[in-house]
């Protein structure tokens, strides 16, 4: 008895905290109820016999309305309900994807001196992303050119360069290499991956958000994401820590990586 219903995005993910109402054909809600975190509803309430319009909603997604007629066994058997993102975003197509360095930032923000903050960024980066027809199967694969640090000061990026930090002479190559995903809202997954980055490989996640999927002037198709990570210098083996004065760093502990990407669709880039 009661309310039985699916409630998934198009591309599979369930809709976590959907609402689900429930209206008599005077418009009277008679049943309301909201989804768990794998998007089901169910409730035990029987309903009388006879049509009752079902009506889902969730924030970020356009509503869907349906009828359904209830039996005498008093049961609502909604199905799997399907919520378009509203502006109709959604995922990427399936397929191979190449990243676009000349529309994308791959940059790193530490701490200077305990009061302020001191951002780089890598200016020679590739990579590639496969998009699976099940998501969660879906891989990133992304080399940076260690020795493109740029903070905007010469004499600190020459230091960063050097054995005390990213040694790019004997390790020229940052690389990451994903190995699963994992939902964690509708346009957010968390990617789980290996980092190589001073010679010493560290399991590394990604927070990552999907931002939408459009055509470009050049006649592609472009995809855009955000990325955050924070890493310790300690686990890649970068331990300089000149201490100025009263136990303070000059350079943080701790690194906050954050990428803005477009990807283009296709094993290359358009030339």
């Known amino acids: 008895m009661g309310l039985r219903a699916q409630v998934r995005t198009r591309d599979g993910w369930a809709v976590q905290h959907a609402v689900v109402t429930v209206t008599d054909m005077t418009g009277a809600q008679v049943l309301r109820a909201t989804a768990d975190e794998d998007g089901a509803v169910r409730t035990d309430t029987p309903l009388q016999a006879g049509a009752y319009t079902v009506i889902v909603t969730a ?10 007629l209830v039996t005498a066994s008093g049961r609502v058997e909604a199905g799997t309900v399907v919520l378009a993102r509203q502006g109709g975003v959604e995922l990427p197509p399936p397929g191979a994807w190449s990243l676009d360095p000349a529309h994308s930032s791959v940059a790193a923000v530490a701490q200077h001196l305990g009061i302020s903050s001191v951002h780089g960024r890598f200016t020679e980066f ?34 960063l360069r050097s054995p005390d930090f990213l040694d790019s002479d ?65 686990d890649f083996a970068m331990n300089y820590n000149q201490v100025v004065q009263a136990g303070i760093s000059a350079i943080g502990t701790t690194l906050r990586v954050e990428l803005d990407i477009q990807a283009v669709q296709g094993e290359s880039l358009p030339s």
């Open 59 to 68: 924030v970020g997604y356009a509503p869907a309305a349906s009828t359904a």
């Open 126 to 159: 590739s990579g590639r992303i496969e998009i699976a027809e099940e998501v969660h199967r879906s891989r990133v694969d992304a080399v940076i050119g260690a020795a493109s640090i740029d903070t905007g000061n010469g004499m600190r990026d020459k230091h």
């Open 170 to 234: 004997r390790f020229p190559e940052i690389t990451y290499r994903s190995n699963g995903l994992t939902p964690a809202g509708p346009d957010r997954w968390v990617v789980h991956g290996e980092l190589s980055l001073h010679g010493v490989v560290r399991p590394v996640d990604l927070n990552l958000s999907y931002l939408g999927t459009g055509p470009d002037p050049w006649g592609g198709v472009r995809a855009a994401f955000s990325a955050t990570a924070e890493l310790r210098r300690e």
